[in-house]
């Protein structure tokens, strides 16, 4: 499919791109903290340290064909298959920044899958392995094929994020659970988020701080979801005449590459 990034389009592209790269890198942060991305790239080591991995979920894999409902191997698969594509993040030259590789986007996505089925199999899902799953919710997001790929996963990054804020209820846990919302369009959930994240402040200063920061992501919000439906608009009137689909310019390339 080709897409027309000509114009207004293309400074859609790069707007939506400058978000989803942005808040991803800071949802990351929350999750897992500091990354040192040199350990984690550009070597041999790393390599066959990505192979181990994959090597480790399809073991996994293979316990699950013969336990399908077991909740447990289900996590275990969910968290193999997102390590091993955490494992195999690129370096981009240009901009330092650490990308999603098409590989490890494969292992994500089977990780996204495994969580869905893990869901499914208990009633008490975990608050790490929801934390852990949120933040690679996220990542799919913002390497998108689609627009509705992209709401999807935003949508399922904040279910996983809920998970999260409810079994460990903390300032943090609330307000990163607003942003998913808000880049979710589910402002009514921002707002009641952000009261639960108030609940853990102690000042003045600080309930300000957090208005004033999730003031800020809303406005963002409101403007992506106007690119989001202008993409789909534009979309609809390219299959309504019967022309190739514009439906979404976000895998003209990768999008961590172009903020």
Do not use: Y
């Given at each position: 499919m080709v897409f027309d990034i000509r114009g207004r389009r293309k400074h859609v592209v790069k707007f939506v791109y400058a978000i989803l790269a942005l808040l991803m890198g800071a949802s990351l942060f929350l999750v897992v903290g500091p990354v040192n991305i040199g350990s984690l790239l550009g070597n041999s080591e790393s390599s066959s340290a990505s192979s181990a991995l994959v090597e480790q979920a399809e073991k996994v894999e293979r316990k699950v064909?013969?336990?399908?409902?077991?909740?447990?191997?289900?996590?275990?698969?969910?968290?193999?298959?997102?390590?091993?594509?955490?494992?195999?993040?690129e370096l981009n030259s240009e901009t330092g920044a650490a990308e999603t590789s098409p590989e490890g986007r494969v292992q994500l996505e089977k990780g996204s899958e495994a969580w869905t089925r893990y869901l499914k199999a208990t009633d008490e899902p975990s608050a790490g392995l929801a934390q852990l799953t949120a933040a690679t919710l996220f990542t799919l997001a913002a390497t998108s094929a689609t627009d509705g790929e992209?709401?999807?996963?935003?949508?399922?990054?904040?279910?996983?994020?809920q998970i999260v804020a409810e079994q460990r209820p903390s300032k943090g846990t609330w307000a990163t659970l607003a942003t998913y919302q808000l880049y979710a369009f589910d402002y009514a959930g921002a707002k009641h988020s952000q009261r639960e994240a108030e609940k853990f402040t102690n000042t003045k200063f600080e309930r300000e701080n957090l208005g004033n920061e999730l003031e800020a992501t809303e406005k963002r919000a409101h403007e992506f979801e106007k690119q989001l439906q202008e993409i789909e608009k534009e979309a609809k009137k390219?299959?309504?005449?019967?022309?190739?689909s514009l439906a979404n310019p976000l895998s003209e390339s990768n999008p961590l590459a172009s903020p």
């Open positions: 064909r013969k336990d399908p409902q077991n909740p447990d191997l289900l996590a275990a698969l969910t968290k193999s298959r997102i390590s091993a594509g955490n494992s195999m993040a992209v709401s999807a996963n935003v949508k399922a990054a904040a279910e996983a994020q390219a299959r309504k005449e019967g022309k190739s």
